[in-house]
């Protein structure tokens, strides 16, 4: 017969408190995150680059004070133009996961749009035409995009808490290219330090003894 074995009291005691799943746990990981301020009006970002090259090229001789004050006042406003289209990105890391699901939910959305073809073997399957594959293209990027913003404040404080992905495919269709690339960088940044997140997760809990 097995021996039995008597627990002290501090013993019992830690036995007792509350319990918890290593599934709640795993589900609160802390994903890495980051801010971007993305700026809008690409076209007063141009101007001040060009009116600071003006300056910069300007000789000593041709310098008046009311020259001066005329570029001063010129560049505080186009300073202006872009601080009030400034958008601040919130951005978060996602698990493995999630961007597998993102495949999963672009094809839903797409289904109702493939069309009936014969294959080699005689049998009927749908197939997604040619002039919509960039259009899933588009929406699977917006919707991995949108996994990884938290929410966007506005220049007036206003903000957008998880956008759709609808709503993402229509900013990278506006937006600036610079800017577009780099909410890209920073996200494609989260995406590497994610994995190596998940990595140490793994370690952890499978670690070779």
Do not use: C
């Not at 008597?6 to 408190?17: D, G, I, N, R, W």
């Not at 020259?67 to 186009?78: D, G, M, Q």
């Not at 290219?177 to 140490?200: C, F, N, P, T």
Request: hydrophobic share 35%; net charge negative; aromatic share 8%.
């Amino acid at each position: 017969m097995d021996e039995e074995i008597e627990l002290t009291e501090a013993e019992t005691a830690t036995l007792s408190k509350e319990t918890f799943s290593f599934f709640d746990v795993l589900s609160e990981v802390s994903y890495p995150k980051d801010v971007l301020t993305i700026y809008m009006d690409e076209a007063a970002a141009y101007d001040l680059e060009k009116l600071l090259r003006e300056i910069s090229g300007t000789s000593e001789n041709d310098v008046t004070e009311e020259s001066v004050e005329a570029l001063r006042v010129k560049a505080e406003a186009l300073k202006s133009r872009i601080e009030n289209s400034k958008y601040t990105f919130f951005l978060t890391g996602v698990s493995d996961d999630r961007i597998v699901d993102a495949r999963t939910l672009t094809d839903k959305e797409f289904e109702k749009r493939k069309k009936p073809r014969k294959n080699a073997s005689g049998h009927i399957e749908k197939y997604l035409p040619e002039d919509q594959q960039y259009e899933w293209m588009r929406y699977l990027n917006a919707v991995v995009q949108s996994l990884h913003i938290e929410q966007i404040v506005a220049p007036n404080g206003a903000v957008m808490t998880a956008p759709s992905p609808d709503e993402i495919a229509h900013f990278y269709d506006k937006a600036p290219g610079a800017e577009k690339g780099r909410l890209d960088q920073a996200i494609a940044s989260l995406r590497v330090k994610s994995e190596s997140y998940e990595a140490s997760i793994d370690e952890g809990f499978l670690a070779k003894p």
